[in-house]
């Protein structure tokens, strides 16, 4: 079937340090959005890429979308203690499907050291 | 403006017993799903409904049942519930989508459900 994998699965940085997480997708997508849960809490979401190469960002958050739009990417520069929680990719595949349906990744849990 | 609630917020189960979780939406959203999420899986697809009165399986279905009788409302049923039913749910919701676009999902604050 479908997937999105995304990796990697933790990652522990130092305060300061950048932080990169990548989606691989079995098939082209629409679109995909990014979600951020912290510790205890509910995916929010922070952005949706829908064209081929876009590139959009949030203050020290970046997004990609890959040329094929089978991937993409979310860093951030010089992390901080509030951006611990875990990060998930959510693509919509093509063929469209009905409702809206997103196909998430695994989730990159990011823990920051003060 | 409440977004999207869940009850109950935690729940104990016995193998065999049975429960509806409910899910409620005060953003008019046409579409509205049920996730489970368990550690290193990230996020599955339970049911979806696109309308009320409308609901379609997902990724994980076997084991649920579903029913949308008011747009606002989104129940999630187990009939029988089993240990690997042990999880975290999630309901969401979000407008409807067209065919080169989407809408975000809204998630509620999730149902932490143990079954012994």
């Known amino acids: 079937g479908q997937q999105v994998m995304q990796i990697p699965q933790y990652q522990h940085v130092q305060e300061g340090e950048d932080f990169t997480t990548y989606c691989n997708s079995s098939?082209?997508?629409?679109?995909i959005q990014w979600y951020k849960q912290r510790p205890g809490g509910h995916p929010v979401f922070l952005i949706q890429?829908?064209?081929?190469?876009e590139v959009k960002k949030q203050k020290r958050l970046t997004f990609q979308f890959g040329e094929a739009k089978k991937n993409s990417s979310l860093h951030i520069t010089a992390t901080q203690t509030t951006d611990v929680g875990t990060y998930f990719c959510?693509?919509?595949?093509?063929?469209?499907?009905?409702?809206?349906?997103?196909?998430f990744g695994q989730g990159t849990e990011l823990s920051v050291k003060p | 403006n409440a977004g999207v609630t869940q009850t109950p917020k935690f729940r104990v189960l016995k193998t065999g017993q049975s429960m509806t979780l409910l899910c409620a939406q005060d953003?008019?959203?046409?579409?509205m799903y049920w996730y489970r999420q368990d550690p290193g899986m990230g996020l599955r697809l339970i049911h979806y409904s696109v309308g009320e009165g409308t609901t379609a399986k997902g990724e994980v279905p076997d084991g649920y049942n579903v029913s949308r009788l008011k747009k606002q409302n989104f129940l999630l049923g187990l009939e029988s519930a089993a240990p690997s039913q042990t999880s975290v749910y999630f309901c969401?919701?979000?407008?409807?989508?067209?065919?080169?676009?989407?809408?975000?999902?809204?998630f509620g604050p999730g149902t932490r459900l143990t079954v012994t």
């Open positions: 890429l829908v064209k081929s190469g």
């Open positions: 959510a693509g919509r595949p093509i063929p469209y499907n009905q409702g809206g349906k997103l196909i």
């Open positions: 098939t082209t997508l629409s679109n």
């Open positions: 969401a919701s979000s407008y409807l989508s067209f065919r080169d676009s989407s809408y975000e999902q809204y």
């Open positions: 953003m008019n959203h046409e579409y």
